[in-house]
């Protein structure tokens, strides 16, 4: 039996937030997990980055458009609100405690994540381009 093989710049063990590097409510998550894990069990990737179109194309999704945040984990890919509650999961009290809503349907959970991520720009505004890290945060981030 062979292992599976890892997606592109991803290590065994490595665990990936990707998010949409010029949308301000996912920088500020992004910023959130740098100030909130410090075991730093997460990497992070802009979807924009190479690397994250990289990832992007290995799990066959769109590279021209994201409306979620993913988490690439030991277990593979997750999306929308199963990734969101996999890394609270993760994190240190309180938000660890937020893990709870796992028990709501998934469907549920989906359709709320969705309404605010579809409406991300409208609601908390975007950045021209992708904010690049500053130099203290740069080994949480992917790069080439």
């Excluded at 100030?35 to 179109?53: E, N």
């Excluded at 709501?104 to 359709?111: A, G, M, N, Q």
């Excluded at 409208?122 to 890290?133: A, I, Q």
Aim: net charge positive; glycine share 6%.
């Amino acid at each position: 039996m062979t292992e599976p093989s890892l997606p592109p710049g991803l290590s065994a063990g490595e665990r990936v937030v990707l998010f949409d590097g010029v949308c301000k409510l996912c920088n500020g998550w992004a910023k959130f997990l740098i100030r909130h894990d410090p075991a730093r069990q997460f990497r992070l990737a802009s979807v924009q980055s190479a690397q994250g179109q990289a990832l992007l194309a290995w799990y066959g999704l769109p590279t021209d458009h994201f409306d979620t945040m993913a988490l690439i984990d030991e277990q593979g890919l997750h999306l929308r609100s199963t990734a969101l509650l996999r890394i609270l999961a993760r994190l240190p009290r309180p938000w660890r405690v937020l893990a709870w809503l796992r028990l709501v349907p998934r469907s549920l959970r989906d359709w709320c994540y969705e309404r605010i991520a579809l409406n991300r720009y409208h609601l908390f505004g975007r950045h021209e381009v992708c904010l690049l890290p500053s130099a203290d945060h740069a080994e949480r981030f992917l790069h080439d």
